[in-house]
Nanobody, 124 residues
Framework: QVQLVESGGGLVQAGGSLRLSCAAS????????MGWFRQAPGKEREFVAA????????YYAISVKGRFTISRDNAKNTVYLQMNSLKPEDTAVYYC?????????????????WGQGTQVTVSS
């Protein structure tokens, strides 16, 4: 079982930046594909970005491509989401998730372990 803890959320003005972190417990972090998802009030949880176990492959939702960057440091058991040029529509609770499977899945039901989420609020 992998435990995931997100941090780095907060309140930021439109056009600003935030970096989210997700710290994972366990010795097998480097074998997991990691993903970031978000859920706005009244909406379904949606895919944001994913990164392969070795950090070589990444995939982004169209809505964040070019503004967000996912990365990982396997030595620190941590995955990051750098968010630039933030927009009010990026406001949501952001979750990290892990799966021990190949590929870069975008479906929520493909991921096995989830963090508790961190709130990101972008003011206009």
């Amino acid at each position: 079982q992998v435990q995931l803890v997100e941090s780095g959320g907060g309140l930021v003005q439109a056009g600003g930046s935030l970096r989210l972190s997700c710290a994972a417990s366990g010795r097998t972090f480097s074998s997991f594909t990691m993903g970031w998802f978000r859920q706005a009030p009244g909406k379904e949880r949606e895919f944001v970005a994913a990164i392969s176990w070795n950090g070589i492959s990444t995939y982004y939702a169209i809505s964040v491509k070019g503004r967000f960057t996912i990365s990982r440091d396997n030595a620190k058991n941590t995955v990051y989401l750098q968010m630039n040029s933030l927009k009010p529509e990026d406001t949501a609770v952001y979750y990290c998730a892990s799966v021990a499977a190949p590929g870069l899945p975008t479906r929520t039901d493909a991921y096995r372990n989830w963090g508790q989420g961190t709130q990101v609020t972008v003011s206009s």
